[in-house]
């Protein structure tokens, strides 16, 4: 087969080919008359739409709008559907895609096509997702059919009262609750019936409390915030039951398990420690027939990938210093700081270079790396978006195939450190939160490519918006730099266990501990 995609049509066929694409282009314009592709209609009337949600979940008045030329169908903005289905979201403004993730599940659209990306099978929109006002606006069949079954929600949408109603299906694990007093911090677990539980200690400040057999309601699946003794964490479906990984704050000390409402309501209570002093690490709590609790990790390489680089410049803010410097300059400040923790580092990049996110994975495999951490900056359409996000692979109920070659297919290389992943990022989320100051956008469960090949616990990290000018400031002043830098290593140093895991504080920085 001639190779040369240049070669000129052979003169017997020239005439065909402009009239065949005068064909096509009559069948496909957007527009067109008869053709199945509506144009966008940024001007489209606007819509009152009534939200109703069951419980006790108050209901929203949103605005709606159609967008498509001649079609009834509403559109909802991207902001307005997080909000219904407790989705995050993801903007790539290279690429123009979004990213929503529900219930532990992933879609990417990309504006002005049809086409959804989503595991288990991609789908085809009868109306494309359009960019109007500062917001990409979705059609209705991208709530009802994707984001509602990811979110495990039933959709119902009643076009003569103009009302959406966002219904619940019933799990298992339906709420959680995080209460403090003056040396204690309680967090409550309400189930809709009793559950198998285990409480293990997996490194000296993070505890993990799995729900043996157990699913989650969807809104809880993420990130836990911050309250009293309680750093962080992470609440995750995973096979077999959820996990809610704990990050202690450094005064917490001891802690104990006790159920009630007949087994219905699970009680983890933490207490304040008394004089200052470290406690030797506690045996697991397991309930009865339990497994005991996991060892400590053996960390000793950590890979840094400063995000982008060479032609792909990254976000770029009012500055014009480019996301791809800026992340060289952070992950050159983290190694700095591991290596003050004892730890080997490498970086899969040292300079101004492309590198495509399977180069980055090979460098992190053949460097024997025990964990991964890809350095990035986000943006967004204007100035009003802000905070850090942490993001670590999803989980996936399916099972891995047998293995007994010893082969790990590219594809689930990452997959099978889903958990430890998920641990990771809620020892780095609180920690880059409490150091920058920034808003905390939680920890979001992402199948990224940066990810996919890395056979090792890895995250990804957005530490700031450079398009809010703030964010952008605080990077590009090497002392608050180096605090960000300080914070993930901090959590690099709990992940391994490190009795002193807030050791890792440049010369610079303020004397508040992490």
């Not at 066929?13 to 402009?18: D, E, S």
């Not at 789908?123 to 979705?138: E, F, K, Q, S, T």
């Not at 990035?376 to 293995?403: C, I, K, N, R």
């Not at 490519?449 to 957005?462: F, K, N, S």
Request: charged share 25%; net charge negative; hydrophobic share 45%.
């Amino acid at each position: 087969m001639n190779a040369d995609r240049t070669c000129p049509i052979p003169p017997r066929t020239a005439w065909f080919v402009p009239v065949l694409m005068a064909a096509v282009a009559l069948v496909v314009a957007p527009g067109a008359r008869g053709g199945p592709f509506p144009a966008a209609d940024p001007d489209g009337p606007v819509l009152r739409v009534q939200v109703v949600y069951p419980g006790d979940r108050a209901p929203a008045s949103i605005e709606a709008r159609r967008l498509a030329s001649g079609m009834g169908e509403p559109f909802v903005s991207s902001a307005d559907a997080a909000l219904m289905f407790r989705a995050a979201r993801f903007w790539d403004p290279d690429r123009l895609q979004l990213t929503m993730r529900a219930g532990g599940r992933s879609a990417v659209v990309t504006v002005n096509s049809r086409h959804v990306q989503r595991a288990g099978g991609n789908l085809l929109l009868a109306l494309a997702p359009v960019h109007v006002d500062g917001d990409v606006w979705l059609p209705l069949e991208f709530l009802t059919a994707v984001l509602a079954p990811a979110a495990g929600d039933d959709v119902d949408w009643d076009p003569v009262l103009q009302t959406l109603t966002v219904g619940g299906r019933r799990a298992d694990l339906l709420t959680l609750t995080l209460a403090s007093s003056t040396d204690a911090t309680t967090l409550t677990l309400g189930c809709a019936k009793a559950l198998a539980w285990r409480l293990e200690r997996t490194a000296p400040d993070t505890l993990a409390l799995t729900l043996d057999d157990a699913s989650a309601a969807p809104a809880l699946l993420g990130a836990v915030a911050a309250e009293g003794l309680v750093a962080g964490g992470l609440l995750a479906q995973q096979p077999g039951g959820v996990r809610i990984a704990v990050a202690l704050a450094a005064s917490a000390g001891g802690w104990n398990v006790e159920t009630a409402d007949d087994g219905r309501e699970i009680r983890l209570a933490l207490q304040a420690r008394e004089g200052g002093a470290p406690e030797e690490p506690a045996p697991a709590i397991v309930a009865p027939g339990a497994a005991a609790a996991a060892p400590s990790r053996d960390v000793r390489v950590v890979v840094v990938d400063p995000g982008h680089g060479g032609s792909d410049r990254g976000a770029v803010g009012d500055s014009g210093t480019p996301e791809k410097d800026l992340m060289l300059e952070l992950a050159q400040d983290v190694r700095q700081q591991l290596r003050r923790l004892d730890f080997d580092v490498v970086l899969t990049r040292d300079d101004d270079r492309d590198l495509e996110p399977e180069q980055r994975a090979e460098t992190a495999n053949r460097s024997d790396g025990d964990v991964f951490i890809s350095l990035h900056a986000d943006s967004w359409f204007g100035a009003e978006a802000s905070g850090v996000t942490t993001f670590a692979a999803a989980a996936d109920d399916a099972p891995l195939p047998d293995l007994a070659d010893g082969f790990t297919p590219w594809h689930l290389a990452q997959r099978r450190h889903a958990v430890a992943s998920g641990e990771l990022a809620a020892l780095v989320q609180p920690r880059l939160v409490a150091a920058s100051g920034a808003p905390d956008r939680g920890i979001v469960r992402l199948d990224a490519r940066i990810l996919q090949g890395v056979d090792m616990p890895a995250v990804m990290i957005e530490v700031g918006f450079l398009t809010d000018p703030a964010e952008e400031n605080r990077l590009l002043d090497g002392g608050r730099r180096r605090e960000l830098a300080g914070a993930i290593a901090a959590a690099v140093a709990a992940f391994r266990g490190d009795e002193g895991r807030d050791a890792a504080r440049p010369s610079s920085q303020r004397e508040e501990p992490w």
